[in-house]
């Protein structure tokens, strides 16, 4: 049933000033969930001056006891697990069976974690000639974040947890796909205690984004999104000369050596493609398998990959959803075509399949290409849907070079037993997230961000921390002052 959902700026429902709106959807099965509000240039200028004034205050509240309300949220979260989870499958079509740990539980664990963090934001002290000089990290001032539609609730809870942590105001804009558990996500924020204005959540498109990254007094950009939208948004943050993070998108290589654990290799392929219908970031799309075990894991690949169940994202059992939007399913299906076009050989998938009661729904089978080549679009362009290349090869140099043979550099891993093997290869590989016989796990403890044309700057661990404040040197000087005048 639909409903109607308002911006969210103060501390409360507000309509947008234009009195726009739009329409969110579930992707699965084309209902209409609700009709939302849609912030504009002048709706931002009421967010931030609201988050410039709450931040006034919080600035001065002590780090315990920002991190009190930041961890009585990760208990709100927690306690609405399963009306978040839901959320988030209805609008974003993510399998049921999936939202409540990778969405709902991973954003409490991040509020958890900043919530402890909080407490311990320090500076420097050294005693130098004349004197010493400690240093403060201070708040930047009013954060200006835009979401990605793939993980809404989780990438407003990483950007929300660690700016409230170290003391500032956040505006968020969330993709215009998926708005609904951000504006739900603020709601539970007030009960937990989090002040008036500290939170303010401005559903909309592009230029709502746009406004934010020219924004006077935004202090700090932080986008997940892609990587054409991340030039974007440096330029317009370059007006202003404010700080910006990006998360973008990636192009990840999968490195499977003739020694690896095949099972677990698999294992991990799957993970690096088929989770949330393929629509992640960090996936390893290129999936390089050593010559001489190509066979066997293409075996066992596809033994599993045929068990996959395409539904509903309601039934439980259902392993993958529908891709986001009618637009962005024709796309994937377009990036299919070419790679048959192009010579690639489909083992598996490759086609739309009907789920019946959601027929408007872009349903796509998971599909492995193989005899795939570094210079197929395929190969060199982000999908971001169920599309697995693999690719051969015999040798660790050639490995090397051809992993690294793409603008991005957001995630990589390798598959092997040879421990001096695996540090030695990702010691060379150029990608910001890396795992060792593992893919997709993402610990809010560990650093997470792309290098190269994947972004700018971590998200989680203690170093997030570093990139919502700025720190200030003083000099304290011990005897007069040495003057040449
Ligand atoms: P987009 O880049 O299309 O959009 C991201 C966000 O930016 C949306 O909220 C969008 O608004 C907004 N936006 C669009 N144009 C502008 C602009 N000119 N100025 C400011 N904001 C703007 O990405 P998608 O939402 O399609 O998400 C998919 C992409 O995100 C993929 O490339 C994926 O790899 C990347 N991603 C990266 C992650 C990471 O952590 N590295 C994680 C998740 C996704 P609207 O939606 O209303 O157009």
């Known amino acids: 049933m639909s409903t109607q959902r308002l911006l969210w700026i103060d501390g409360r429902f507000v309509p947008a000033i234009g009195n726009k709106t739009f329409t969110t959807t579930n992707p699965a099965t084309g209902e209409v969930l609700a009709e939302v509000a849609q912030a504009e240039s002048a709706d931002i200028d009421v967010a931030v001056a609201a988050a410039a004034k709450a931040q006034a205050q919080w600035k001065r509240v002590p780090g315990a006891a920002r991190g ?47 919530a402890g963090q909080a407490t311990s934001i320090q500076g420097e002290y050294q005693e130098v000639d004349g004197g010493f000089f400690y240093t403060r990290p201070e708040p930047l001032g009013v954060v200006g974040a835009i979401g990605a539609w793939n993980y809404p609730l989780q990438i407003a809870c990483w950007k929300t947890a660690p700016a409230l942590a170290a003391g500032n105001a956040i505006v968020f804009k969330p993709s215009e796909l998926t708005p609904l558990s951000a504006l739900r996500f603020a709601e539970l924020a007030k009960e937990a205690g989090v002040p008036d204005g500290l939170i303010n959540i401005v559903p909309g ?20 999104g892609g990587a054409e939208t991340g030039k974007k948004v440096m330029a317009d943050a370059a007006g202003t000369l404010k700080e910006v993070s990006l998360e973008l998108g990636g192009k990840s290589p999968l490195v499977v050596f003739d020694d690896a654990d095949l099972d677990n290799a698999v294992s991990g392929a799957m993970m690096a493609n088929f989770f949330t219908q393929g629509e992640i970031c960090t996936n390893g799309t290129r999936v390089f398998v050593h010559e001489s075990v190509r066979e066997a894991f293409i075996e066992k690949l ?4 045929e068990k996959l169940k395409l539904g509903n994202p309601a039934d439980g059992d259902t392993d993958m959803g529908p891709m986001i939007s009618p637009e962005h399913g024709k796309l994937v299906l377009e990036y299919i075509e070419a790679g048959k076009a192009g010579g690639a050989k489909c083992l598996t998938g490759g086609e739309r399949v009907e789920i019946a009661g959601c027929e408007n729904g872009v349903f796509i089978a998971p599909t492995v290409f193989d005899g795939c080549t570094d210079d197929m679009t395929i190969v060199r362009e982000e999908i971001f849907g169920p599309v697995m290349s693999i690719l051969s090869f015999t040798d660790e140099d050639e490995v090397i070079r051809r992993a690294n043979d793409t603008e991005f550099g957001l995630a ?27 893919y997709n796990i ?11 044309g994947s972004g700018i700057g971590k998200e989680n661990s203690r170093r997030a921390l570093s990139y919502y404040s700025r720190l200030k040197s003083v000099f304290v000087a011990q005897g007069a002052i040495d003057a040449p005048y």
């Open 302 to 305: 596809l033994a599993r990959v």
């Open 412 to 438: 990589a891993a390798v598959f092997t037993r040879d421990l001096e093997r695996a540090h030695r290869v990702i010691g060379e590989i150029e990608a910001g997230i890396c795992w060792i016989n593992h």
């Open 442 to 452: 993402t610990p809010i403890e560990m650093p997470f961000g792309g290098i190269k």
């Open 68 to 114: 009190r309300i930041l961890h009585a949220l990760s208990q709100k979260l927690r306690e609405h697990r399963d009306e978040l989870a839901e959320l988030e499958m209805q609008d974003g079509g993510k399998p049921i069976a999936e939202t409540p740990e990778a969405d709902v539980d991973s954003g409490a664990d991040c509020l958890e974690y900043f």
């Open 205 to 224: 498109f592009g230029d709502a984004g746009q406004a934010l990254s020219n924004h006077p007094h935004i202090d700090k950009i932080s986008l997940t």
